[in-house]
């Protein structure tokens, strides 16, 4: 059995011209990826920043909150002694 192969050079040229159109799009895929993965990491450090300031937000609102709720209770109370003072 002989180790040599004959084929058309024609189809070889196809062969190797698909071959290499094989290639360029694989690079370009694998380009394709790299650039997903870098938006992805970014997006994902966003996302964590923007979770970050959401905590700082909401716990900045809650003592909104309580300040406002310990603001109405006096006002409240000063109403109520002001009354009192008023109807005696």
Same mark, same amino acid.
């Given at each position: ?11 070889? #040229? ?5 071959? /290499?159109?094989? +290639?360029?799009?694989? /690079?370009?895929?694998? *380009?394709? +990826? ?5 938006? *992805?990491? /970014? ?14 937000? #909401? ?14 209770? *006096? +006002?409240?109370?000063? +109403? /109520? ?8």
């Amino acid at each position: 059995m002989s180790d040599r192969v004959s084929v058309e050079r024609k189809e070889f #040229e196809n062969f190797l011209a698909e071959n /290499q159109k094989l +290639i360029d799009r694989s /690079q370009e895929l694998m *380009n394709t +990826i790299d650039r997903l993965e870098r938006e *992805n990491r /970014q997006l994902r450090e966003e996302l964590e920043a923007s979770k970050a300031k959401q905590q700082t937000l #909401e716990s900045s609102m809650h003592q909104t909150d309580d300040t406002l709720r310990k603001a109405r209770s *006096n +006002i409240s109370r000063l +109403i /109520q002694e002001a009354d009192k003072r008023v109807s005696n």
